[in-house]
């Protein structure tokens, strides 16, 4: 027998393994204080040791990338921050500030920062059932900022505790579905715009949007907005075709959005079409963002409600963040520290708080084509802070000639990558409760609202986790002909079981929550097994099984 461990160890190993597995400190040992300090500031601020490196020929690549970036983030931009059911020039701020400061903390180097449709989707629905955007705006935005502010207290929570493996705890199956439904309710939500309709559902369901739409056509429907968006919205399809078809030409789609913008602007001032019908948005302030720390609500009756808006859309915005930082990490080859990505989130949401922005995260649109554009550092994230700072600075007022239904259609083309058929596809090949999952996440988003379908997305995820514990899977083995190899005799047809011997492998660790789920499954194998049925043989299995369980607990 083994010697008894020391109880003090045996706790610090186990915690030692669950939250700290890649030892962290493992690089200080040893070295001179200096050193240390430098490690240190590393650890903090990855810009200072990359950027020893950086030289002119990795610059010309991140500029193009960030020049190319920015063309979809400014559009994208004011589309996103109508979408929270905020003012324009919010999405603009949200641009500028939170990109720059991911420049400086983060650890990859493909993700672009920025607003994204499914969590300024979900700010906008949950923050709206609080206060109304329209009968009180000023307050409406306050909520805004306390809710992005405690996203980034919670995100950075995540990071500094080591507790990042919660966000694994929703699936991909899930994930593929809320996503997918998030996509069709944006679309949904744009067409309001793109219809140039005066009133319109204040529910995201697709039940109640359909039946506003119908209910007023076709009188409440101006045909102008309906041929600009229309146009706008085919010329955009075209465009992801042609990048889709040649990877080379990317930056055809790239290009697209902005090009949109700034030729429907120009075409509706020059003939002076808002006097006609044609609904613009609304004037943006010129100038960087205002500082907002006296707009967040630390006391008062809004103040659960922004911590609770804020613990899930920081829930959220990590999750796509982290998934796609995984993504282009493994294509590049290189780490991605996902505790020092939540601390640099958190942080970075934080320090938008306070300037005016609402939630930002990576966006997977934008980081494929910085990806494809040729980024080779974070350096594109401030090539395009420093583009939106120029905008906001120089050309905002132009954006009163905006017509509604460009925006709209920039957004509707934007969504559409997010439903990903293929997957679901895969998936219900695969495993036909991922599938119902998926599915489950999918029809609650659609047909009730974004935060019913992803409570639906959670609560899926931990019936499947509870369901592969409590009831894992158990494999009977066989010996593959002339060899020493034993496999599954589902799997392997030409498997022969050994006489007198039963073999299985539990896929899975043995707990109390399903050793006996395992004890019974053995012992009806083993009641067919009219061989090794005998008297002595089932008190011995019962035996064993309850001292693996008892170990392993």
């Not at 705006?137 to 507790?163: N, S, V």
């Not at 080859?333 to 708080?353: A, F, P, R, T, W």
């Not at 439903?419 to 029809?443: P, R």
């Not at 409590?470 to 496999?487: D, E, H």
Request: one cysteine or more.
């Amino acid at each position: 027998m083994p010697r008894r461990q020391n109880l003090f160890k045996e706790i610090s190993a186990a915690t030692k393994e669950m939250f700290f597995p890649d030892d962290p400190l493992r690089q200080y040992k040893g070295q001179p204080r200096s050193k240390k300090f430098m490690l240190g500031l590393q650890s903090i601020f990855p810009i200072l040791e990359w950027g020893r490196d950086y030289n002119l020929i990795k610059f010309k690549g991140d500029l193009i990338a960030g020049l190319t970036i920015a063309s979809l983030s400014i559009p994208q931009g004011i589309g996103y921050a109508k979408l929270a059911n905020l003012s324009p020039q919010y999405g603009l701020y949200s641009g500028f500030v939170p990109p720059l400061v991911y420049a400086f903390l983060g650890t990859s180097r493909d993700i672009a920062i920025g607003p994204v449709a499914v969590v300024s989707l979900l700010m906008g629905s949950m923050l709206r059932t609080v206060i109304d955007p329209v009968a009180n705006p000023a307050a409406y935005t306050r909520l805004a900022f306390t809710a992005t502010f405690f996203a980034g207290i919670t995100q950075a929570a995540l990071g500094f505790f080591r507790l990042g493996f919660l966000i694994d705890f929703l699936s991909h199956a899930t994930i593929i579905g809320f996503m997918g439904g998030a996509a069709i309710t944006i679309g949904l939500q744009q067409l309001k715009g793109f219809l140039g309709m005066l009133t319109f559902t204040p529910n995201s369901d697709i039940v109640s949007v359909m039946t506003s739409v119908f209910t007023n056509a076709p009188h409440g429907w101006s045909w102008p907005n309906v041929v600009i968006g229309a146009s706008f919205l085919v010329f955009l399809l075209i465009t992801k075709y042609i990048a889709k078809k040649n990877k080379k030409l990317f930056w055809v789609s790239a290009i697209a959005p902005l090009t949109s913008l700034i030729v429907a602007t120009f075409f509706v001032f020059i003939t002076k079409a808002q006097q006609n019908g044609v609904q613009t948005v609304s004037y943006i302030q010129k100038g960087i963002n205002p500082p907002s720390t006296n707009e967040i609500y630390f006391t008062g009756t809004y103040l659960l409600s922004g911590i609770k808006i804020g613990v899930v859309a920081g829930m959220i915005a990590l999750t796509e963040s982290i998934a796609i930082g995984r993504t282009f990490a493994s294509v590049n080859d290189y780490q991605l520290d996902g505790n020092k990505e939540m601390m640099s989130l958190g942080v970075m949401n934080i320090i938008g708080s306070v300037t005016s922005c609402f939630v930002t995260t990576g966006s997977f649109s934008r980081s494929a084509v910085n990806y494809m554009a040729g980024c080779k550092t974070a350096v594109p994230n401030i090539v395009m802070s420093i583009l939106v700072l120029l905008v906001l600075e120089l050309i905002t007022p132009a954006f009163v000639y905006t017509p509604n239904a460009v925006i709209s259609s920039i957004i509707i083309s934007a969504v559409v990558s997010l439903i990903d058929i293929k997957a679901a596809i895969q998936i219900f090949k695969t495993d036909k409760f991922d599938f119902l999952a998926c599915l489950g996440a999918f029809i609650g988003t659609v047909f009730d609202s974004v935060e019913i379908g992803l409570l639906i997305a959670v609560c899926l995820s931990f019936a499947k986790i509870l369901l592969q514990v409590t009831r894992p899977r158990i494999a009977i083995l066989g010996n593959i002909p002339r060899s020493t190899v034993y496999r599954s005799i589902d799997q392997y047809p030409e498997a022969s079981k050994v006489p007198g011997v039963l073999i299985v492998r539990v896929d899975s660790a043995i707990y109390f929550s399903n050793s006996n789920y395992v004890r019974e499954r053995i012992l009806r194998w083993l009641t067919d097994e009219d061989a090794l049925l005998n008297g002595e043989n089932l008190p011995r299995i019962e035996f064993l099984i309850f001292e693996m369980s008892r170990k392993k607990s």
